[in-house]
């Protein structure tokens, strides 16, 4: 069976590359037409079940690829970035650059914020809650740090080995069971837009 994780579409956070964390910006223009090019891959695709984030960002992009009735859970939520929240990647490399790569490899957590390992187990027992459902394949409408978390506990790829996928963009795992403690990767960023490294999270 295959976890089909789909990152958003841009918001306009992304687009300023200021960090979102738990709190909500709406879609950009960018981003409504990054899920609405996804939703004929979505289709093609044909995933027995389909679920998102409970954040506005990833609802408004599994409304605008066809499944307005998803439902949502919040252990899918986005790495809570505490104090750091709505600061941008430059502000943040110019005034404390070793703090944020400590941060992006999962080491060091801004105060008031969500320690990494807090996080993947989230992110890993939201995964597997859904994967014992779904019966087939499952789409999944999450966020980039949800990814790179899935990519950590499910491929043993270390938050600072992955670089940011690109919103309205696919990484796709495949489970020869649902209670397989590894998977497969099939695909990575994949989809109908062209790559953006240069999007925060």
Request: aromatic share 8%.
């Amino acid at each position: 069976m295959r976890l089909i994780l789909l990152r958003h579409g841009e918001t306009l956070w992304n687009a300023q590359q200021r960090l979102q964390g738990q709190d909500n910006s709406e879609l950009s223009e960018r981003g409504i037409e990054q899920a609405r090019r996804f939703r004929a891959y979505a289709r093609a695709l044909s995933p027995a079940h389909v679920i998102s984030s409970d954040l506005g960002r990833t609802r408004q992009t599994v409304a605008l690829i066809g499944h307005p009735n998803a439902p949502s859970d919040a252990r899918l939520r986005e790495l809570d970035m505490g104090e750091w929240t709505g600061r941008t990647k430059a502000e943040l490399l110019e005034q404390r650059p070793e703090d944020y790569k400590a941060w992006r490899a999962g080491t060091y957590t801004p105060d008031r914020g969500e320690a990494w390992w807090v996080f993947r187990k989230r992110i890993s027992d939201g995964v597997r809650h859904w994967l014992a459902k779904a019966e087939g394949d499952l789409l999944a409408v999450v966020h980039g740090g949800v990814i790179r978390a899935a990519c950590h506990e499910f491929l043993d790829l270390p938050p600072s080995r992955v670089i940011p996928v690109t919103p309205g963009t696919a990484t796709i795992l495949y489970f020869s069971s649902p209670d397989a403690a590894t998977a497969q990767l099939e695909g990575y960023n994949i989809g109908s837009v062209a790559p953006d490294v240069s999007v925060a999270d």
